[in-house]
């Protein structure tokens, strides 16, 4: 028969266990550098051509809904939208993660179909600040997973 003691010290520990493992899934992970970043710095930045200043909201849908970003995390997903750089044409299908993003009336732009993976973003049939059609892949500085959006 195991004493007083050793049950307490046994519960301890599982609850311990329990409230790190808990912690780690729940908490979010913080954005690593985007490898793929790297390879393409001599190539256009998405700001030379789409007018990152003119969005005024963005929307991401994802398995786990539809989420509006707020504040800080729009004026962080737009500096890293002005830093990104052009992979070349769609270089990935349409996946599960849409983003709608709203641009100020008077903007030349047009998003057309947006979506992302994990360190890009994809616009396809969208127009730019010049009014020419464009299409693309677009790295970002960092490997933002947009699953973690909830």
């Not at 003691?5 to 979010?28: G, P």
């Not at 930045?45 to 789409?50: G, N």
């Not at 993003?101 to 903007?107: E, G, M, P, R």
Request: charged fraction near 20%; hydrophobic fraction near 35%.
């Amino acid at each position: 028969m195991r004493s007083t003691s050793d049950i307490w010290i046994s519960k301890t520990i599982l609850i311990l266990i329990f409230l790190s493992v808990c912690h780690s899934a729940f908490s979010q992970q913080k954005d690593k550098p985007n490898a793929y970043y790297q390879s393409v710095q001599n190539r256009h930045s998405l700001d030379s051509i789409f007018p990152v200043d003119d969005i005024q909201s963005i929307t991401v849908t994802n398995y786990n809904g539809t989420h509006a970003l707020t504040k800080d995390k729009l004026t962080f997903l737009k500096g890293q939208l002005k830093k990104a750089k052009f992979a070349g044409g769609l270089l990935l299908k349409p996946g599960h993660i849409t983003l709608t993003i709203k641009l100020k009336a008077n903007s030349k732009a047009k998003t057309g179909y947006v979506y992302a993976y994990k360190g890009n973003i994809n616009f396809d049939a969208a127009i730019d600040k010049h009014g020419n059609n464009f299409s693309g892949t677009y790295y970002l500085p960092l490997a933002i997973n947009f699953d973690n959006y909830k």
